[in-house]
């Protein structure tokens, strides 16, 4: 059989692998503080002994788009947006240090403080815990204060400070849980180091950098790509049963 239907199949299989990076970031157009997948299309040589007259499709995501998205006030006082570079610090179920610029957070009934995800956020000393308060605030250098619980109104103490790190946007990867992480072959020998210049605005939250527009027209276009290889692979069999025939009447 010509391996036209192959290419075409392989084509389409790529089409529709694209299509579903571009899907997930339409999904996530209002998640906090998603970052976008970019997806690119590479041709691969067929391998064996043969004319390089045909190339595969192969589509592959390069990285993560991670320039930051709009700030939405929300003026609740335990929302946090990461200002200018940066990340929040997390603890994900598996024990591991990953980073977030998601900076919805909530406190569980032991004092814990989590985010959206129900991950545990890090402070400089480990996971942050708060006693019981009657008030808190967030600074713009990540500390957390309190007015303990009867105490006067002037009476802010400090309890820990979000742990807030720069690493190079170059070491980091996405993973499936949509969490950024350093690479393999950038990891550290020990925990990622705190960046005392970062800066936080309480009472925002970073919106997802998707272009919803952008997004469902790569998605349109792929969708034709698609049919295009589907057409390239009816095509190849027509051929291949026309062939047919024409060596059953010899």
């Known amino acids: 059989m010509d391996k036209a239907l192959y290419i075409g199949m392989s084509g389409a299989k790529q089409n529709m692998l694209a299509q579903r990076a571009h899907a997930n970031n339409l999904a996530n157009v209002s998640t906090t503080g998603f970052k976008k997948d970019f997806a690119q299309a590479r041709s691969m040589a067929v391998f064996g002994e043969h004319h390089p007259t045909r190339a595969y499709a192969m589509t592959e995501r390069p990285g993560t788009d991670l320039s930051a998205g709009a700030l939405m006030e929300t ?6 947006a990461v200002e200018g570079d ?3 610090a997390v603890q994900n179920q598996r024990g591991e240090e990953v980073f977030t610029r998601s900076g919805s957070l909530q406190i569980d009934v032991n004092g814990l403080v989590r985010n959206a995800n129900g991950d545990m956020v890090m402070g400089n000393g480990g996971p942050v815990a708060l006693p019981p308060f009657d008030n808190v605030q967030i600074g713009a250098d990540g500390t957390i204060s309190i007015i303990p619980v009867g105490g006067p109104p002037d009476q802010l103490v400090e309890i820990d400070r979000l742990k807030l790190v720069n690493p190079p946007p170059g070491a980091l990867e996405k993973g499936e849980d949509g969490y950024m992480r350093r690479k393999p072959d950038q990891a550290l020998d020990g925990p990622e180091p705190p960046d005392g210049n ?10 997802s950098n998707v272009n919803a527009v952008e997004e469902m027209i790569a998605n349109l276009q792929l969708s ?22 024409l060596l059953q009447n010899l």
């Not at 970062?198 to 919106?207: I, K, P, W």
């Not at 034709?224 to 047919?244: F, I, P």
């Open 86 to 88: 940066g990340w929040l």
């Open 75 to 80: 003026g609740r006082k335990l929302d946090v």
């Open 224 to 245: 034709r790509q698609y049919e295009m290889q589907v057409k390239v692979m009816s095509t190849a069999n027509e051929n291949s049963e026309a062939s047919a025939r």
């Open 198 to 207: 970062m800066r936080v605005a309480s009472g925002f939250l970073e919106g």
